[in-house]
């Protein structure tokens, strides 16, 4: 079946980095747009970035622009969210999503000092 498994998640402090993962299976993952989105506490879902299935295109929330990148390893079936610079309000668990809607598990970002 479709699966999708967060991981790299942690404490942070502000101005730190992180990088998370995303392995996939049960797709045709490099045929996939994938999604990061992340939800903050007592928030709704958040949009964080898009990237096409060949990888060479990327769009970012503004929030993010700048600081975060995402990018794939379609031999692999990974994904991947490196975030720097990061900021307490990225505090979220943060979740991939293929273009079917499927979701991870999620894995908690938080930045505090």
């Known amino acids: 079946q479709v699966q999708l498994v967060e991981s790299g998640g942690g404490l942070v402090q502000p101005g730190g980095s992180l990088g998370l993962s995303c392995a996939a299976s049960?797709?045709?993952?490099?045929?996939?747009?994938m999604t990061w989105v992340r939800q903050a506490p007592g928030k709704g879902l958040e949009w964080v970035s898009h990237i096409s299935s060949s990888g060479v295109t990327t769009t970012y929330a503004d929030s993010v622009k700048g600081r975060f990148t995402t990018s794939r390893d379609n031999a692999k079936n990974t994904l991947y969210l490196q975030m720097n610079m990061l900021k307490p309000e990225d505090t979220a668990v943060y979740y991939c999503?293929?273009?079917?809607?499927?979701r991870g598990q999620g894995t908690q970002v938080t930045v505090s000092s």
């Open positions: 999503a293929n273009q079917g809607g499927v």
């Open positions: 049960g797709f045709p993952f490099s045929s996939y747009v």
